[in-house]
């Protein structure tokens, strides 16, 4: 996905109402959860919105690259064992036909 100008000026907008919204979180003693509220609201309102944007795209990116990384690292640790088994011996050459996987 690229970044392009509109998409800059969404962010930008993005990040700077989640930090208007945010600010009453950290001037907060704990009192009012209010600003607490209103930022997971627009955080969810970003990250569960109809309409594609910069953020869940970047976030489905980098989910699909962990993901990716961490099945290869599990499927490497599983299949260890195998890679040590000893080879096969070649098939006379009238049955290596036979021997071909499909």
């Known amino acids: 996905v690229e970044l392009t100008l509109p998409r800059l000026s ?4 993005g990040l700077e109402s989640y930090t208007t919204s945010t600010t009453s979180v950290s001037a907060s003693t704990g009192a009012s959860d209010e600003g607490r509220k209103a930022a997971t609201e627009q955080l969810a309102a970003v990250l569960l919105s109809e309409d594609g944007n910069y953020v869940q795209s970047l976030l489905l990116k980098e989910a ?7 099945v290869r690292e ?4 599983a299949t260890a064992p195998l890679r040590r088994l000893p080879r ?7 049955l290596a036909p036979l021997a071909r996987p499909l």
Not at 10 to 13: C, F, I, R
Not at 74 to 77: G, M
């Open 10 to 13: 969404e962010v930008a907008s």
């Open 88 to 94: 096969l011996p070649t098939p006379p050459a009238p």
């Open 64 to 70: 699909a690259g962990t993901l990716d990384a961490t």
């Open 74 to 77: 599990r499927l490497a640790t």
